[in-house]
């Protein structure tokens, strides 16, 4: 692949894969809100607003792959998450399907099966049990990818992204971190893979991990959250932690 665009580039993940996914690429398309400074060589903008459909033709045509970030990040009421997460999806990827677009890779969560219980492992195959608006949106996603694929001949992955942080910072995370280093070579892998369509969990190689290992794309996790070991204990009883509390997100009335 030549050219590859990054919706919510400026977000916390599309910050942390530009520079890696660059490399080699004739152009990395970065796409937001508010325009990103100091663009590499090979880097161009384009302003996009996930709900504004003309505006994400512009954003994806051209390209051979895009990686679908942008959304509201975590849990809110319905009307803040429906425009960027339900309606930008759907123009993410009828964009892709008019202007050829090869690969997507859509960044789901692990909140779309944050209801399961803590230790239970889980793979693509299992039902989506979304803790939240915010999971019920990223399921939504990955419902519009797997129609895309088998109705229009799209190639998608999924990605059921874990904790993405520079270290883990509570016991949950032992389990569900993905470090930056891992996170970048999740998504190499997915832009890669010689698939149709998957759902993968993204997790680095914690000794803790609830979730198998990737058998599908090829991503091999390096680091291990065990490193910081001992950490403030969790009492979640479900997957998704604090997602999972009645009152998370402050739209329940």
Not at 127 to 148: H, I, N, Q, T
Request: glycine share 10%; net charge negative.
């Amino acid at each position: 692949m030549e050219r590859v665009l990054i919706t919510g580039a400026a977000g916390a993940i599309g910050t942390v894969l530009r520079p890696a996914l660059r490399e080699g690429l004739a152009e990395l398309r970065l796409s937001d809100l508010e325009a990103i400074d100091e663009l590499a060589g090979n880097e161009t903008f384009v302003r996009a607003d996930l709900t504004d459909f003309d505006a994400v033709l512009r954003a994806v045509e051209g390209v051979d792959a895009v990686v679908h970030l942008g959304a509201v990040p975590n849990e809110s009421a319905f009307d803040v998450i429906a425009g960027p997460n339900l309606h930008g999806a759907y123009h993410v990827f009828e964009a892709c399907r008019r202007h050829g677009v090869r690969r997507v890779v859509y960044a789901s969560s692990n909140h779309a099966t944050g209801m399961y219980p803590v230790g239970e492992p889980l793979d693509g195959s299992v039902a989506p049990r979304p803790d939240g608006l915010y999971g019920a949106s990223k399921v939504f996603g990955e419902a519009l990818a797997r129609m895309y694929v088998d109705r229009f001949g799209l190639s998608a992955v999924c990605l059921r992204i874990g904790s993405f942080k520079p270290q883990p910072e509570e016991e949950r995370e032992l389990s569900t971190w993905l470090s930056h280093a891992d996170g970048i070579r999740l998504v190499q892998a997915a832009l890669t893979a010689d698939v149709d369509f998957a759902i993968v969990y993204g997790a680095s190689a914690n000794t803790r991990r609830w979730w198998p290992a990737d058998t599908l794309i090829g991503f091999t996790p390096r680091d291990d959250a065990e490193a910081f070991a001992p950490l403030p204990p969790s009492a979640w009883e479900r997957q998704g932690g604090p997602n999972t509390d009645r009152e998370h997100g402050g739209w329940v009335a």
